[in-house]
């Protein structure tokens, strides 16, 4: 029997206030159409955040030729962006072939939905009926790959959002063409430790792990998981599994601060971490 590799369920999607600051400039990018740059350290949830507020749908199975049918209407209706993660190697014929198709599909969807009459009508004003556009992993973007997506925003005046590192504000400053139409930036930060509670409470389970409010060693073991992640999803998750994986191993059921420990001497945590 060959084996067989799983990617693990991704968690619930849980709204933070970081996810509403991050709704609110999502929502002034697509109202004004400016460009926006969100930044903040790997693992604080800035790709989850993007990927729930657009809610893009896979459009690969449309053909832009046919009609809507209802389940691909029902999530355009409820999509409000188009989501593309930029390649490590990217050049403008890479972002054109990933990108003006999709916001030409996706525009001509929303016009079909607007009522447009046929498919001609529909296409009319198709690539500026695209109200918002997420970029992700922004830092790869080369100058001319920069050059063509500021190309893409002035001809077709759909909102742009540029999702990236600390710094990726900082490196725009050096392009004046692109900087000086950048209307906001924002700064995703980590979750507070009230935040942190509430969500290893909820994801915990997922993990069959539990920490019992009337337990001092699991009260002292969520105060460790809180110390160490420090408001990182991606670093949370990682700990989880090891701490799954430990307690199962040792035939342990509950949590423990040595359980944590254990878990974080298993992973690698460095300062971007």
Not at 104 to 115: Q, S, V, W
Not at 149 to 160: A, C, E, Q, S
Not at 184 to 213: C, N, Q, W, Y
């Amino acid at each position: 029997m060959p084996m067989t590799i799983e990617r693990p369920a991704q968690l619930a999607f849980i709204e933070t206030r970081a996810h509403a600051r991050f709704v609110e400039f999502a929502e002034a990018c697509a109202t004004y159409r400016y460009i926006g740059v969100s930044h903040g350290r790997p693992g604080v949830g800035k790709t989850r955040s993007a990927h729930e507020y657009a809610a893009w749908p896979d459009m690969r199975g449309y053909p832009i030729a046919d009609p809507l049918t209802d389940p691909m209407a029902s999530r355009i209706a409820q999509c409000r962006a188009f989501f593309y993660t930029a390649p490590v190697a990217n050049t403008p014929k890479t972002l054109n072939d990933g990108m003006a198709f999709n916001i030409l599909k996706l525009g001509h969807a929303r016009r079909t939905l607007e009522g447009a009459m046929d498919r001609v009508e529909a296409l009319q004003g198709a690539e500026q009926a695209c109200p918002l556009v997420v970029v992700d992993e922004a830092d790869r973007l080369t100058l001319k790959s920069l050059e063509h997506l500021r190309d893409l925003y002035d001809r077709h005046g759909f909102g742009l959002i540029l999702l990236g590192m600390p710094g990726l504000e900082k490196r725009l400053a050096r392009y004046a063409q692109f900087y000086s139409r950048i209307g906001f930036v924002h700064e995703f930060k980590p979750l507070s430790e009230t935040e942190m509670r509430f969500i290893l409470a909820r994801h915990a389970a997922t993990f069959g792990l539990h920490f019992d409010p009337d337990c001092l060693e699991a009260v002292e073991a969520l105060a460790a998981v809180i110390r160490i992640t420090r408001g990182n999803f991606r670093l949370m998750e990682r700990l989880f599994t090891q701490m799954q994986r430990i307690m199962a191993l040792n035939q342990v059921d509950a949590v423990s601060p040595a359980v944590v420990e254990a878990a974080r001497d298993c992973l690698v945590i460095g300062a971007a971490d």
